[in-house]
């Protein structure tokens, strides 16, 4: 398989993100679309990146940082690529650019019956610290 590279995202990737998020199962919502992802980069720079692999978007990781705390958001493999380490360094380079920020510390929300995720954060060092919850505006 090719090599695989990390960049930054831009919205001309907007259609193979959603692709990627579709395929790898994570529920694409009202906020995913095409202005709201706008705003969150312009409120993050930096970070929301791809992974890729011959030139193809084959991951995604958004990052947000609201001044107190990082949040990591889509962080989605395509199947074929899972198991090879790409997730995991799609978080560590957003935690490296939340830590060059002076961010403390990065969190996440996952779904209590995505076990596979569960199991996947806690083997890169992810804990349970709560409960998260939450209401739609
Ligand atoms: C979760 C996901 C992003 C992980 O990406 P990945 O590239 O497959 O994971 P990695 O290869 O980087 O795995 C990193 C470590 O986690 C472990 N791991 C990954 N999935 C695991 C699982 N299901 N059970 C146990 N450990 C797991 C790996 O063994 C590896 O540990 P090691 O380095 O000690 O060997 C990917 O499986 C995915 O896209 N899943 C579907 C979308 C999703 O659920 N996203 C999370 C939403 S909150």
Redesign the pocket.
């Known amino acids: 398989m090719d090599s695989i590279g990390i960049r930054q995202f831009s919205i001309d990737d907007y259609d193979r993100a959603v692709e990627i998020w579709q395929q ?3 529920a694409v919502r009202p906020g995913d679309d095409k202005a709201s992802i706008i705003r969150t980069l312009e409120h993050n720079p930096g970070l929301f990146l791809v992974a890729c692999a011959g030139g193809e978007i084959i ?1 995604t990781a958004i990052g947000t940082y609201d001044g107190r705390r990082g949040h990591l958001y ?6 074929a ?10 978080i560590d380079e957003i935690g490296q650019r939340l830590a060059a920020l002076g961010c403390p510390q990065l969190n ?4 209590l019956d ?4 569960v ?6 060092g992810f804990e349970t610290r709560g409960l998260q919850m939450g209401k739609t505006l």
């Open positions: 790898a199962g994570l991951g889509h962080l989605a493999v395509l199947p690529y899972q198991g090879r380490g790409i997730g995991r360094r799609l996440l929300s996952v779904n995505n076990t596979a995720a199991k996947f954060y806690e083997a890169i």
